[in-house]
């Protein structure tokens, strides 16, 4: 689920090595828009340690380069370089392990007795695949290379464990908090740049 498309998984093919080369790895790549098209970009340090704006603007400024000599997109496209955030997309095999006991939504590329989205605690991923305690108590079972679409569901509990594990920034309510330094000369809050021909 990193890439869907024929065309993402060209890009991740260019990428992926540059990101390696950072000690990152990319979650997910998506061509997104009509006109004038995004190129989103997740990732995140290897082993899905905390992660920060400067580590995305190196990806961004590595990425660039590779992608323009490749030219894997025709027409002029926004590059759009981002870690995944709290309520993060769940995209390669191991990261429902990471996040066992935590609420996720799932999709089904086939649908099991007709239905396809299942929501559910994260109890295990192992060699049978990722499995999901539903709501009625009953148990899904599916391999991520049967889903179309997960992501972690954002509850009170999540936020805990994100800011436990470094992966959620200063907040205001926080005892050491002492303010955010805004750079009003730049308006790039996601890291985007203007690319392509």
Same mark, same amino acid.
């Given at each position: 689920m990193i890439a869907l498309t024929q065309q993402e998984k060209t890009i991740l093919s260019l990428?992926?090595?540059v990101a390696d080369g950072l000690g990152m790895e990319i979650v997910r790549v998506r061509l997104m828009g009509g006109k004038r098209p995004t190129l989103q970009v997740m990732a995140e340090k290897a082993g899905g340690a905390a992660t920060n704006v400067e580590d995305c603007a190196a990806l961004s400024h590595g990425i660039s380069p590779v992608l323009e000599a490749a030219d894997p997109i025709r027409d002029p496209y926004r590059l759009e370089v981002s870690t995944p955030g709290i309520d993060r997309p769940l995209?390669?095999?191991g990261d429902f392990g990471r996040w066992a006991g935590h609420l996720a939504k799932v999709e089904l590329a086939m649908p099991i007795d007709g239905r396809r989205r299942f929501q559910g605690v994260i109890?295990?991923?192992?060699e049978n695949g990722v499995a999901i305690e539903l =709501? %009625? /108590?009953s148990e899904l079972v599916a391999r991520v290379d049967e889903m179309s679409k997960a992501s972690l569901v954002l509850t009170d509990e999540l936020i805990e464990a994100a800011k436990a594990t470094g992966g959620l920034p200063p907040q205001p =309510? %926080? /005892?050491n908090f002492s303010g955010l330094e805004v750079d009003e000369t730049e308006d790039d809050n996601n890291n985007e740049e203007e690319s392509g021909a």
């Open positions: 990428i992926g090595p995209t390669r095999e109890q295990r991923e192992d =709501d %009625d /108590e =309510d %926080d /005892e």
